[in-house]
């Protein structure tokens, strides 16, 4: 009985040591970051869709996976529900979440190939997420660029590309990258999500608020007013800034579905903002597809359930005076 029991023992240390070994092997991803998920395929890469006619043409903007579901779950639901054509551009993929690796790989070095599996392994959770939505892969294009290097490409690296340190990056290098001739500057994003909006002629757009906290989605609306800018008035949507990110927001923390999801108060007095119901039908769609993300949700996840509400809250756009008439 003693010997069975030291066998098990060792047994259990071979199967955790392995994995963390090869952990610390250059060059090889942690399989732990494949864990639960090997056999899920990526997502594509696929070409701008062709604007229906006669529908709403929604766009949604997330700076990274999940945000879209964060800010505008239950929107891509409905108007799905109704027959609208619904498109998803990834920004990033979601690579530098420094918690997520650590949790998966037990390993203290930043190596730059877990950060990229990780990337990986994010857009896993996309097609996952996405499928429970309604939203087909040809709807789904990521972009590829730096997770939290966004805004340094707008100030900084708008000509010279900028080198991540999480992947050790300046390219787009997912094989389901938009566009993998570009590089990590702005000019080359700006002309990625111009070339997108040209051709979609999106009549929506959902875009993260140029208030939030997070730099990203600071940057992802200025790139899209840069993006409308350079269209020279070819292209009117209404655009819908959704918030993820706030300090002490959203309260609680945690899963409660029966409340509704408020204005932070320090944005209540400069933006007009408006509340969009979310039906039960929709709302369970919003929660399944937030659980898809298993990477976010064991390292954050009384953090997204808040935003599982009765609501969504978007703001207008100041420059065109966009009323959310849905």
Do not use: C
């Amino acid at each position: 009985m003693l010997r069975t029991r030291g066998r098990r023992r060792r047994w259990i240390w071979v199967i955790v040591a392995v994995p963390v070994a090869v952990g610390f092997i250059p060059g090889v991803p942690h399989p732990g970051l494949q864990l639960f998920m090997w056999w899920v395929p990526i997502p594509p890469r696929v070409d701008v869709p062709a604007p229906r006619e006669g529908v709403e043409r929604v766009l949604v903007l997330a700076p990274h996976p999940d945000d879209e579901v964060l800010g505008a779950g239950g929107a891509i639901a409905e108007f799905l529900a109704d027959g609208h054509q619904v498109l998803v551009v990834f920004l990033t993929a979601g690579d530098a979440n420094t918690a997520a690796k650590k949790f998966f790989t037990w390993n203290p070095l930043n190596r730059p190939e877990d950060y990229q599996a990780l990337g990986y392994r994010r857009m896993k959770e996309v097609g996952q997420a996405m499928r429970i939505l309604g939203v087909p892969e040809d709807h789904l294009l990521f972009l590829g660029y730096p997770d939290r290097g966004l805004y340094a490409l707008y100030t900084t690296h708008w000509e010279i590309p900028y080198s991540s340190p999480y992947t050790r990056m300046n390219h787009p290098f997912y094989r389901n990258s938009f566009n993998p001739q570009a590089s990590y500057t702005g000019q080359d994003l700006l002309q990625d999500l111009t070339t997108i909006l040209e051709i979609y002629k999106p009549t929506i757009i959902y875009s993260p608020h140029p208030e939030d906290t997070h730099s990203d989605h600071r940057a992802a609306a200025l790139f899209l007013r840069a993006a409308l800018s350079a269209l020279g008035g070819e292209l009117f949507p209404k655009v819908r800034y959704y918030l993820v990110h706030s300090e002490h927001w959203p309260t609680p923390r945690r899963l409660v579905p029966t409340l509704e999801l408020s204005v932070p108060a320090r944005l209540v007095d400069q933006w007009e903002w408006y509340s969009f119901p979310v039906s039960e039908a929709a709302l369970e769609k919003k929660l399944a597809a937030l659980r898809a993300y298993s990477s976010q949700r064991l390292t954050n996840g009384r953090f997204l359930a808040a935003f599982v509400r009765q609501n969504e809250i978007y703001a207008h756009d100041i420059l065109t005076g966009d009323v959310l008439n849905r």
